[in-house]
């Protein structure tokens, strides 16, 4: 079955420092990876998603960006922090076989600009 | 534009009741629509409902979908306070994006 890790668990970081947030699979290959943001008392916003390394789609203008550089690697990465990129960060991935099925998530990073 | 309404945002319930939690969607090239159990940090699958009046069920929890209705209800019954979480409602569309809901937000009291 599918494990998703990521990384760190949480994070302060003052405003305007860069930000780099990891997310690896394991147990299967090719998937769709996704990038996620969870502000306090709302539901999950959809930020980037790749269906293949060097894929990358863009939901809403931000501050942010994402890579993947390798198939199952997803970088979520900012140049310059603002107070509004704080919230929980949530990395999650389609299973390979059938991508309209369910995600799998990771533990999420919660991160705090100051 | 896409959007996944769920109701109510929160509830506080005592152990043993039943509750109903309530989502509506409207969502392009609709392929399916799905739950998930968020206690402290990832989500955890539930269910995935693709065909409408056709119930699916998991222990104390079920849940069905009415197409006519762009809607779904995630029922639970004789509720424990391990049952304490957000659920999430989301819409699958045909390409890659799933669509989330705001969550309902459950408390269960011993």
């Known amino acids: 079955s599918q494990t998703i890790h990521q990384w760190p668990a949480t994070l302060v970081q003052p405003v305007g420092s860069p930000l780099s947030l990891e997310c690896t699979v394991e147990?299967?290959?090719?998937?769709?990876l996704y990038w996620y943001r969870q502000a306090a008392g709302r539901g999950l916003q959809l930020l980037f998603y790749?269906?293949?390394?060097?894929?990358i789609s863009s939901e809403v203008p931000q501050n942010l960006s994402a890579s993947r550089p390798q198939d199952r690697q997803f970088i979520l990465s900012s140049k310059k922090l603002l107070l509004s990129d704080s919230g929980f960060y949530l990395c999650a991935s389609n299973r390979d076989r059938d991508k309209k099925t369910e995600a799998f998530f990771g533990q999420g990073t919660r991160l705090t600009v100051v | 534009e896409d959007k996944v309404v769920q109701s109510p945002l929160s509830l506080v319930v005592h152990e043993g009741d039943t509750v109903t939690l309530n989502c509506s969607y409207e969502?392009?090239?609709?392929?399916?629509l799905l739950w998930y159990k968020q206690e402290k940090k990832a989500p955890t699958f539930l269910f995935m409902l693709t065909s409408s009046g056709i119930e699916k069920k998991s222990g104390r929890l079920s849940s069905i979908l009415d197409k006519k209705e762009l809607s779904s209800i995630l029922n639970i019954t004789a509720t424990q306070t391990g049952d304490s979480a957000i659920y999430l409602c989301?819409?699958?569309?045909?390409?890659?994006?799933?669509?989330f809901g705001a969550g309902t937000r459950l408390f269960v009291k011993a």
């Open positions: 147990g299967t290959s090719n998937p769709n």
């Open positions: 989301a819409g699958n569309t045909g390409g890659f994006k799933t669509i």
């Open positions: 790749s269906v293949g390394i060097g894929q």
């Open positions: 969502v392009t090239n609709f392929r399916s």
